[in-house]
């Protein structure tokens, strides 16, 4: 067996650990004589791993008792959806447009009323996050939006909007778990899974009780309905039950790791690491601006097409893999998850300084 660095914005690296004791654990669960994959999700056992899954990922966000979690299908995508159908009640929200997530969220809500878009950073391609501390906030907006950590582009807000007492709904797909939040600043929070805490195919949203209600646009699909799932503890209909299993892994693996406040720390000593490089390196250079850098997604260049491309088809022969940065931003992108070990980066750094050395 051999493992690479995967340095793949998702689906990402998982921790050893909890793919190894997935591995113990797939012929016979904890004595039932069968794998999660086979197990009925109204069985005894299942019931125990969606209940701790839940309580662990509370104890680690500190989710307040007036918040649902949910653990819904359709990945992050479907929720740029699911969002404007539940919480436009006045047929108004307003965007803050970073990247290509929030587009596409932003795009999808104008279905359903009128989405305003009222700050965006599309003007340099993304690579920064624009001032919010005064944006012309709808009177008659039922939420603002943000994309919190900008996968694609490698961009993230140190502080929140000023949403002027609007609900705020983040998409926090690539940031998920990477540091402490304050859930009560969110009316929903929300993300997919296969960036930082699992295996593809589901979304958390953790919902505050008083935007879940019956009172939802005409038309909108019983799936698509959060009281749908808050009702039924996400148990509607079948679930995605061995994601919730790895998930679940995951954030016993996150509470023995310390916890976030463990694994900010954590991450920012590996990002500072592959930063500093870049900032002192003559062949590469980051493309965002210094104080929106994203501790998980890291783009770089060297400013030349066929020099990037050498390089991405070294990094893998060298075991360090999906290193190729967007088609929209070119050049390589680093995403260094929290389950990307320490020595990973050092490895990537290293190899970047000799391919300097090298190349220049
Ligand atoms: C990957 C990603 C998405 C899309 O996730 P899917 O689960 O594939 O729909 C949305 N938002 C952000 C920030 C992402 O990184």
């Known amino acids: 067996m051999s493992r690479v660095y995967n340095f793949s914005a998702g689906p990402a690296v998982l921790p050893e650990e909890v793919l190894k004791e997935a591995q113990e654990e797939m012929m016979d669960y904890r004595g039932t004589g069968m794998s999660v994959m086979e197990m009925s999700h109204r069985s005894k056992a299942f019931d125990s791993i969606i209940q701790e899954a839940e309580a662990d990922l509370r104890d680690l966000m500190g989710i307040p008792s007036n918040y649902k979690v949910l653990f819904l299908q359709g990945g992050a995508s479907l929720q740029f959806a699911m969002i404007p159908m539940n919480l436009m009640k006045n047929k108004v929200a307003d965007y803050i447009v970073t990247g290509q997530w929030a587009k596409k969220a932003w795009q999808e809500a104008s279905k359903y009323g009128k989405a305003n878009k009222i700050a965006s950073s599309e003007d340099k391609t993304f690579s920064y996050i624009p001032d919010c501390s005064d944006l012309p906030i709808s009177p008659d907006a039922d939420y603002v939006y943000i994309c919190e950590n900008n996968t694609i582009y490698g961009t993230k807000y140190k502080t929140l909007p000023d949403t002027k007492g609007k609900t705020l709904v983040a ?150 893999v999906n290193i190729k940065g967007h088609r929209t931003v070119g050049g390589m992108r680093a995403s260094i998850y929290n389950a990307m070990p320490k020595e990973g980066v050092e490895a990537l750094v290293a190899f970047m300084k000799k391919f300097e050395e090298e190349n220049l």
């Open 171 to 320: 998409d926090i797909s690539s940031c998920f778990l990477s540091e402490p939040v304050d859930v009560s600043k969110y009316g929903i929070i929300y993300g997919g899974v296969q960036k930082n805490v699992g295996p593809a195919g589901m979304v958390i949203a953790i919902v505050r009780e008083d935007l879940i209600t019956e009172d939802v646009l005409p038309g909108t699909p019983t799936m698509m309905q959060y009281k749908t799932h808050a009702d039924a503890n996400s148990l509607y209909n079948t679930p995605n039950c061995y994601c919730i299993y790895m998930c679940g892994k995951v954030f016993k693996w996150l509470k023995k790791m310390g916890g976030l406040e463990a694994m900010k720390q954590r991450n920012e000593e590996k990002a500072k690491l592959l930063y500093d490089y870049l900032d002192s390196s003559k062949m590469f250079h980051g493309t965002v601006v210094k104080e929106d850098r994203s501790l998980m997604n890291v783009p770089f260049v060297t400013g030349d097409k066929e020099l990037d491309a050498k390089f991405v088809a070294e990094a893998a022969t060298a075991g360090l």
